[in-house]
DNA sequence: CCGGATTTGTTCACGGGCGTCACAAAGCGA
DNA sequence: TCGCTTTGTGACGCCCGTGAACAAATCCGG
């Protein structure tokens, strides 16, 4: 078909700043829309329509709640429940995982989780990326691009997985080529992304969860095993000249502290992770669930009553204070979200963690820092499709092009 | 009069773009003007010639060195030589210092260095001001605003001085309010704006000098006392949410080494200043000049005929090394600029300090950083004065507005 | 010495994209 | 019901760029 579209002679250039003001929520009606682009009503309009017209958003004319008290109510817009889709895929230590995710990070479809992992890349991604496949053919939805987390530092621009420390992966695997070659393979015409998961975990809460309005968002997060950070600035993800910012794990925040693989001691790699926890806690590790459901599970079970327990908690706290005040020096951002074990310590006494980050940071200046728990599920997941959407938020008339 | 400026109808937006990439010596020849800023001929055209009426640039028609073999030679662009000015300041542990600096970071006009300073700021602030604009009144220049280094962080958006601690100066003094009142007093109707000299120096190097082109240029200086860092981003100043990031002295980079008034041990601050290097060689400062003077003195005559001297200077490097692989673990850019006595150190033995940064920084990826010596004499000053020409390159017209 | 090839500077018409303005539409309150 | 306020929409014009044509300057080969 010869797609009808308008013939834009206005907003081109708008378009992907407003399809973002929507896809972010800052956007709830076209009144805002104006006002957030710095545009006249008629260019937003004009916008609004056409982002209509390509199916990413939809504008409902009906009143609704007014914005102000006076005036006449503005149309709601709204992200366009049946649009397109990115396809998001993480692999993590235990096993992967796939889904379906629309703008405005909804997640619209999920592949039932797998938990193993194989030693050949190409053989998870190709299962993982056939999950999604599968669930593209269920749904009947367009796909827009794909995305892939991974526990991994990935080197730009090879899109090589650097440190798989904690998958049976060896060391530099080319993630990115073998997940396009998977998308072709299995019928996916769309290009792929990859990226580290609490990089996009990080991209994912300044979108949709505790990051909003952030103007530099530092997040930290612990896995499994090993812990690490991300930085977004302004907005977008920053991830240094080749792609390895942010691996912050070996800050020294014990000096008489426990031997790291790195060389040197009491880096914070291994000295808030959840096998640090239990191992100051007296706890062996259990045969069930993962070190970080038991330790966080050990946190919220016994801080109160146990006293080893509030003692080591209180120990990993004070250290990562130590490891966040660090980066407060160096990147003075304005807030902090802390996922994993590290959320698990903030929640079980958020006053000790920020009064450690203000005493040791820009001279006492550091208590303007917010310090927050992340907010979002999946946000490896959501953060892998913020990273295929990224070029329709950049461009989304591309996406016309293409329908050809 | 009544300034006869061309009836500019295009290149109103590549104006800014245009004057930066002149600024910055990118932009040799109209020619490659338009390559660079990826517009046509003729839209270059306008531009230069708007920008040389506007007395910014001179575009030079005499053939010079062609540009390719064959074809007609492009006319030649350079900054104007009798142009406007920045009045750029600079206060520092030893006494202040003034002088014109003009597009291109050429310095213009040096006032008589002094070499006090006084307790309070308002004092030196109106003795500096002074002398800058006697060189105004002297040269007859016009004068596009003023900028002002401080050996301390700098709070934004207040534009107090946090940690003065090398100057005899109250800590939080309002120095970018008290300049602007200095400036008022003396005549010279700008606006001023302050900030910390290492951070200047950076902004300097990377359009003038050793970190031109680099896309993530870290910079670590080390003054008489203490360490100083500072981060450009794609150009831009990285400066934290409010002004205090890369305050890089307190990483830790010997957990056995000296306390810090931090409250830690073995911070880069005191493990790689000046009178480290001096108290490692055994040796006590003397009466006669700075620290940082005293010990590159050192290094530059005894370092291969010395014992103790050597082993002084290669234990800075390796501490040295530490701390900066830690910033390039966090940060990962693509190159390193040193200053003070850091870049004494690398001149010292370059391939010792870059195989510590290889070795522990990004699994052996380190090796990809570039590290080298700053180049400019006066960084701090040209960086001062950057920060006063930052609004001509953003909007070149504003100029003409404000001539009247 | 001269004519093509090549690259650059200049002029002019054209058009895309956005603001301005006027008017209609849709709510609220007296 | 009549203002008052705010929002959506269309006509018009301006700003700022492109594209094409032509002139200018230099190199190169004969």
Redesign the pocket.
């Given at each position: 078909m010869t797609h009808t579209r308008s013939r834009?002679?206005?907003?081109?250039?708008?378009l992907g700043p407003a399809l973002e003001l929507v896809h972010t929520g800052r956007a709830p009606?076209?009144?805002v829309l104006?006002t957030e682009l710095?545009?006249?009503?008629?260019?937003?309009?004009?916008v609004?329509?056409e982002l209509a017209t390509l199916g990413l958003i939809t504008v409902d004319?009906r009143?609704g709640t007014?914005?102000?008290?006076?005036?006449?109510?503005?149309?709601r817009l709204a992200v366009a429940e049946d649009g397109p889709v990115a396809l998001a895929a993480q692999v993590h230590t235990d096993g992967y995982r796939a889904a379906l995710v629309g703008l405005g990070g909804r997640i619209v479809a999920t592949a039932p989780a797998c938990e193993a992992v194989d030693p050949d890349p190409a053989q998870v991604l190709g299962e993982v990326v056939a999950a999604g496949a599968g669930l593209l053919r269920e749904t009947g939805r367009r796909c827009i691009g794909a995305g892939l987390a991974v526990p991994s530092a990935v080197a730009e621009p090879e899109g090589t997985a650097l440190n798989p420390l904690h998958l049976p992966w060896p060391a530099g695997a080319p993630v990115r080529e073998i997940f396009n070659r998977c998308l072709t393979e299995a019928g996916v015409p769309v290009e792929g992304h990859c990226g580290n998961d609490v990089n996009l975990s990080a991209l994912a809460e300044h979108r949709h969860g505790a990051g909003q309005g952030a103007a530099h968002l530092l997040c930290v997060a612990t896995g499994h095993r090993g812990v690490g950070g991300a930085l977004v600035l302004d907005g977008r993800l920053h991830t240094g000249s080749s792609g390895l910012a942010l691996e912050v794990g070996h800050l020294t925040v014990d000096p008489q502290g426990r031997p790291c693989h790195c060389g040197s001691r009491g880096c914070l790699d291994v000295e808030t992770d959840p096998l640090a926890l239990l191992e100051a806690a007296g706890r062996r590790p259990g045969p069930e669930g993962s070190l970080l459901d038991q330790a966080g599970a050990l946190i919220g079970a016994e801080y109160p009553t146990d006293d080893a327990v509030r003692d080591a908690t209180r120990q990993l706290i004070d250290r990562l204070g130590l490891g966040l005040a660090g980066l407060v020096n160096i990147l003075n951002p304005d807030r902090i979200v802390l996922g994993g074990l590290h959320r698990a310590l903030l929640l079980a006494d958020a006053p000790r963690l920020r009064a450690v980050v203000a005493e040791r940071s820009l001279w006492g200046r550091g208590g303007s820092v917010a310090i927050l728990p992340c907010t979002l599920d999946h946000g490896s997941l959501v953060g892998a499709a913020e990273l295929a959407w990224q070029p329709v938020l950049d461009d989304p008339l591309a996406l016309a092009v293409t329908a050809g």
């Open positions: 834009l002679d206005r907003g081109r250039n708008a009606t076209r009144a104006t710095g545009v006249t009503r008629a260019t937003a309009g004009a609004a329509t004319p009143p007014a914005t102000g008290s006076q005036g006449r109510p503005s149309h």
